[in-house]
């Protein structure tokens, strides 16, 4: 980094405005972040219509802050009421909500904002040493391996559904099958509209998350109305640095799968938080506690992944144009109002904006630890209501959060009714969270799998071949296979032997 490097890097750092401007998003942003139904992605859009008329630095500057803030507030209510802020959160939920019902809300939250950070800050690093590198890695993905990366996710769902690969896996096709509504992506066809115009447009996955896990979940509460509300320890809020370097390996292996995942063009934080907390299952071999039981590991692996995931995301938007996820792509547009065009042309003729916009991004990470580690007094209350209060609250904030992405009663309705599903899928042992990841999941497999049938003239034996005749493809094929076998008993056969071989290697063979 030269000097006029470092004085772009440090601008928002010694400019008071900018450093305001920086601090406001990040705080607003972690705020939003953790009201369902607000997305990051929404906030970013609305900020598009007030800064147009802003210097590029300053607008950047807000954008970058709501990012960063939005992105990790979604684990304040994944943690507190089981309700993930944002989809990039339902992992966090699945050993965060454990944690606060054992009354470690504070303490929590607290690791959950470091590892947050270092998440971040890594990413971030990415993106000022790999950008070049990671985008052209980034461009070796054809729609073939999109697919794949998809499929994969779908069967990760095994780790989120107990040992019950078939349950988590017909939870996740069901969550396919939700988003398939609507209309066709390619030739405009209806698709499951049974001739209603309301789902021409299909079913916002924001209004099947917040009812699977928000009103499931006030109807689960509701057999344990009379239960005395755990009282959350929040004496100590900070994490000991011996317990932050307990979970730093985790943490930086959680935030490459972040960056890789996120610098893939339309993937983001969702995929790459999901595939953290399963790489963090099979690696961990002695947890804090058994997995979706208040595992501290499984809180830190998503947590530093999907902000890991932000650096990640602006690479292939500074270096190629084309977005990492859905903020992104609204940021994309901010750049085009503004008289940029993102891509290899603005690296080499605004190499300014790049060195900006690390350091920005490095602030809101500092905003971040700061303002994530106020308030969490008041959030932590929460938890301790009454349950004849909380339910009604949380079924409230679900019904406004809904309204809140179109102002449709009838996506009221849709979140109702999934509630009432997602209430029958726990008595019966499904997890809701594959269902949603399905339903994100779900268009991008549709889609790429068609391209990739396009692509060889819809020739099944030529997509067959090309799923082992492309280095990457094959790794990816491989990656399916073993995450098919890994169920089979004959593996939990071979895993048996092997545990007992070096048993007896240990032993002497005695």
Avoid at 174 to 185: A, E, Q, T
Avoid at 261 to 266: D, E, M, N, S
Avoid at 272 to 291: E, I, Q
Avoid at 372 to 384: D, P, Y
């Amino acid at each position: 980094m030269d000097g006029s490097a470092l004085s772009y890097f440090l601008m928002a750092w010694f400019d008071p405005w900018l450093l305001g401007l920086t601090a406001l998003g990040t705080f607003a942003g972690v705020y939003i972040g953790a009201i369902p139904g607000l997305s990051v992605t929404m906030a970013v859009s609305i900020l598009i219509s007030f800064t147009f008329s802003w210097d590029v630095n300053e607008a950047l500057a807000l954008m970058a802050g709501v990012f960063c803030g939005g992105v990790y507030g979604g684990s304040r209510t994944a943690i507190l009421l089981n309700i993930p802020g944002a989809p990039s959160a339902i992992a966090t939920a699945l050993d965060g909500f454990p944690l606060a019902q054992r009354g470690e809300a504070g303490r929590a939250i607290g690791v959950s904002t470091v590892v947050s950070v270092i998440g971040g800050m890594l990413g971030v690093l990415a993106l000022a040493i790999a950008a070049p590198a990671i985008s052209d890695f980034a461009l070796m993905f054809a729609p073939r391996d999109y697919l794949l990366l998809a499929i994969i996710g779908i069967l990760l769902v095994g780790s989120l559904s107990g040992e019950s690969l078939a349950k988590g896996v017909f939870a996740g096709a069901l969550g396919v099958l939700i988003g398939m509504v609507g209309l066709d992506p390619l030739t405009a066809e209806q698709r499951f509209t049974f001739g209603q115009i309301s789902l021409l447009g299909g079913i916002p996955y924001v209004a099947a998350m917040i009812g699977f896990f928000g009103v499931a979940e006030a109807l689960v509460q509701l057999h344990h109305l009379k239960a005395t509300p755990i009282r959350q320890q929040v004496d100590r809020i900070l994490p000991s640095w011996n317990v932050v370097k307990r979970y730093i390996p985790l943490s930086i292996r959680s935030s490459i799968i972040g960056v890789v995942i996120g610098a893939l063009p339309g993937t983001g934080g969702d995929i790459a938080s999901l595939m953290a907390y399963d790489h963090a299952k099979r690696s961990v071999k002695k947890p804090s506690r058994p997995f979706g039981q208040g595992a501290y590991e499984g809180l830190v692996a998503p947590e530093s992944a999907n902000n890991a995931a932000i650096g990640g995301a602006y690479i292939p938007m500074l270096t190629l144009g084309l977005p990492g996820d859905a903020v992104t792509a609204v940021i994309i547009g901010a750049l085009f109002i503004h008289g940029l065009r993102p891509g290899p042309m603005m690296m080499i003729e605004t190499p300014h904006l790049f060195w900006f916009t690390v350091g920005n991004l490095t602030l809101a990470n500092l905003f971040t630890l700061v303002f994530g580690l106020t308030g969490i007094r008041i959030f932590a209350k929460m938890v301790e209501c009454p349950r004849t209060v909380l339910v009604p609250l949380i079924v409230v904030l679900s019904v406004v959060g809904t309204y809140a992405i179109q102002n449709s009663v009838v996506d009221i309705y849709w979140m109702l009714a999934f509630g009432v599903l997602g209430y029958f899928m726990k008595m019966y042992g499904y997890q809701v969270g594959p269902v949603i990841l399905g339903v994100i999941l779900g268009p991008l497999m549709d889609v790429s799998y068609r391209r990739a049938m396009l692509s060889v003239r819809d020739e099944p034996s030529a997509f067959a071949l090309e799923l082992v005749s492309h280095p990457l493809t094959l790794v990816l094929t491989l990656s399916v296979v073993l995450l098919l076998a890994r169920q089979t008993p004959a593996w939990t056969t071979m895993q048996a032997r092997i545990g007992r071989w070096r048993n007896d290697g240990r032993t002497g063979g005695a």
